[in-house]
């Protein structure tokens, strides 16, 4: 969860993949977002999900602008709050809002049998950007409506970073420009209701922390990272994972 929005009357391309390792299956995905800056401070974006493969994992949000799920989703950003604190220094917030409407791909587990409805997500980040250092931290919540008794875990997600801009790596068109970053993200997931009744065994709570790296040359960018769990707490009927990655790469006229 970071805080840059998009420029005024700029958009961006945005395809990512999302892949997950466990112990007894894995999950893969790509996703496509579409974002389109109306102001300097306020955006819109719609994703879309193709599902390789799935496994009865714990929920996740993967990313703070795309979910980690068959679904499809469209996003507003607001950057309510800059302030610039020195040269090339900016401290600012921003809040996001959205709808997530079921996609025709299920999920694996319990979760695949389930009557689904569609959901929101909600989250606001904070930080500080500079020409060497980044720090964002941000909280989300994902909620999905009941169809019939049932309903989908509903997901409680937070998120810390600290990226560095070394100077030898500090370049200009026609060099690639590069940022390290240390990521952090945790998810604390309520469990499936089924029929009206909560199912035992579908709560988890999980923190992940990896490295990430984003390289932007002229009007392209691309960043990768992998998570490995660092603290974990899942019911039985969810399966425990052994890391995450994803890949993402951008265009922006």
Same mark, same amino acid.
């Given at each position: 969860m970071t805080t840059p929005?998009?420029?005024? &009357?700029?958009?961006?391309?945005?395809?990512?993949? *999302?892949?997950?390792?466990?112990?007894? /299956? &894995?999950?893969?995905?790509?996703?496509?977002?579409?974002? @389109?800056?109306?102001?300097?401070?306020?955006?819109?974006?719609?994703?879309?999900?193709?599902?390789f493969s799935s496994a009865a994992f714990a929920p996740a949000r993967m990313t703070g602008m795309m979910p980690g799920s068959g679904d499809f989703e469209a996003i507003g950003a607001w950057r309510f709050h800059r302030q610039a604190t020195g040269v090339g220094t900016r401290f600012e917030s921003t809040a996001y809002a959205g709808a997530i409407i079921p996609g025709p791909q299920?999920?694996? /587990?319990? =979760?695949?049998?389930?009557?689904?409805? !569609? %959901? #929101? @997500? #909600?989250?606001?980040? #904070?930080? *500080? =950007?500079?020409?060497?250092?980044?720090?964002?931290g941000g909280v989300g919540y994902t909620r999905f409506f009941e169809s019939e008794g049932d309903r989908r875990a509903n997901v409680f997600s937070y998120s810390a970073v600290w990226g560095y801009r070394p100077p030898p790596l500090q370049?200009? @068109?026609?060099?690639? &420009?590069?940022?390290?970053?240390?990521?952090?993200?945790?998810?604390?997931?309520?469990?499936?209701?089924?029929?009206?009744?909560?199912? !035992?065994?579908?709560? /988890?709570?999980?923190?992940?922390?990896?490295? =990430?790296?984003? %390289?932007?040359?002229k009007n392209y960018?691309?960043? +990768? +990272?992998i998570q490995f769990p660092v603290y974990r707490d899942i019911g039985a009927r969810l399966q425990r994972e052994t890391f995450r990655l994803a890949i993402n790469f951008t265009y922006f006229p």
């Open positions: 929005t998009n420029a005024d &009357d700029g958009w961006a391309i945005d395809v990512g993949l *999302m892949g997950r390792k466990g112990e007894e /299956g &894995d999950g893969a995905m790509l996703r496509t977002m579409f974002s @389109y800056g109306l102001t300097e401070d306020l955006q819109v974006s719609w994703s879309l999900p193709v599902v299920r999920g694996a /587990g319990m =979760a695949r049998d389930l009557k689904r409805a !569609p %959901g #929101t @997500y #909600t989250a606001v980040s #904070t930080g *500080m =950007a500079s020409r060497s250092h980044y720090a964002w370049k200009e @068109y026609p060099h690639w &420009d590069w940022r390290l970053f240390v990521e952090m993200t945790g998810e604390r997931s309520q469990g499936i209701r089924r029929d009206g009744l909560d199912m !035992p065994e579908t709560r /988890g709570h999980q923190i992940f922390l990896g490295p =990430a790296t984003l %390289g932007i040359y960018a691309i960043e +990768g +990272g």
